[in-house]
């Protein structure tokens, strides 16, 4: 069995929060909070406030294929497939594609919003290897997981680290 990481316990919201404050001094990036109930400023606590341009990017990016999409494919349809002369005007009759372009734009950029945010956060994930712990995650505890994956890790630092900052038990956490 590989190891995952270290999973730490924090009894009050005070420590936890000191032990976060700390962690990210210490120069910490890759942990994960997992607690039952909502904590506030937890965003600003972890630095995870900032807005990533990944969705700005996915939005418009999305908007702007649902856009071109809507217009090539009626242009095809009216232009090249089955030209139609109705009436003397143009084939390509841009303002007769707008509607159907805004509304490909629309659902286009709700794809890849809804995509990005699924790849985001890594779904779908139906296991963690912190399930398999001893501990009930289901308290009233909070608890800090540190990934073995992060370049900062070492397991007796960390679990130093965590020991001074009060946690309440430390566990290594084993994947498959």
């Not at 890759?30 to 109930?37: A, E, T, Y």
């Not at 139906?126 to 712990?133: A, D, E, G, L, N």
Request: aromatic share 14%; glycine share 6%; charged share 20%.
């Amino acid at each position: 069995m590989k190891l995952h990481g270290l999973l730490a316990s924090f009894v009050s919201l005070e420590d936890f929060t000191k032990a976060v404050r700390e962690c990210k001094r210490q120069g910490y990036r890759h942990f994960d909070v997992l607690s039952s109930q909502e904590i506030e400023g937890l965003d600003e606590l972890m630095g995870s406030s900032e807005r990533s341009p990944l969705f700005s990017f996915a939005a418009i990016s999305g908007a702007v294929t649902g856009i071109l999409t809507g217009f090539f494919m009626q242009w095809y349809a009216d232009v090249w497939s089955a030209p139609l002369d109705v009436g003397g005007k143009p084939l390509n009759s841009w303002p007769a594609f707008v509607p159907l372009c805004f509304i490909l734009m629309i659902l286009f950029s709700a794809f890849s919003l809804l995509f990005t945010f699924i790849f985001k956060l890594r779904l779908p994930e139906p296991y963690h290897p912190v399930f398999k712990t001893s501990l009930d995650l289901s308290k009233n505890h909070f608890y800090l997981l540190f990934p073995a994956e992060d370049p900062l890790y070492n397991n007796e630092a960390v679990s130093a680290l965590l020991k001074h900052l009060r946690a309440h038990s430390i566990e290594e956490v084993l994947c498959d």
